[in-house]
């Protein structure tokens, strides 16, 4: 009786916990749109395997040494396939994780793993990609 009113609270802590985050839009980009709603605004994947969206390193829209000199090519190149994969390696890797812990409904792991989401995929979305897309080379740039 205690064990499973102990995993009942654990259950409307990680519902309500999702709904807070789910509402920030922290984790927006976790479920596709195969999900449902379940109970009050909470949505949880479908299904194991087609629950979670990875990401993918994008493709830079020039090459390396296109905005040398004020970046080098092999600086680029760095920090695009070490650097920026490395986020997104380890964004995957956690939302993996989270989707075993909401399917166990294991709120201490749910927790434990928001601060590596907002982490990697803040850096990912926010720095990485945006800045990605705002560099261009010298041949792009009007001269005023």
């Known amino acids: 009786m205690a064990k499973a009113l102990s995993e009942a609270s654990s259950s409307s802590y990680l519902r309500v916990r999702a709904r807070f985050l789910l509402s920030r839009k922290t984790l927006s980009s976790v479920f596709r749109h195969d ?13 194991h395997s087609r629950g979670l969206h990875a990401f993918t390193l994008p493709d830079l829209a020039y090459g390396y040494g296109a905005v040398e000199p004020a970046i080098s090519g092999k600086i680029m190149q ?36 928001q601060s590596t989401i907002k ?24 001269l005023v």
Do not use: C, M, W
């Open 35 to 47: 999900t449902k709603p379940i109970g009050v605004g909470i949505v949880v994947a479908a299904s």
């Open 78 to 113: 760095l920090h695009h396939q070490k650097h920026h994969q490395t986020y997104i390696t380890n964004y995957n890797k956690a939302l993996e994780q989270l989707h075993d812990a909401i399917a166990r409904a294991d709120s201490s792991s749910f927790v434990k793993l």
């Open 119 to 142: 982490f990697n995929g803040g850096e990912y979305t926010a720095k990485h990609s945006v800045e990605s897309l705002r560099l261009r080379p010298t041949s792009h740039v009007a």
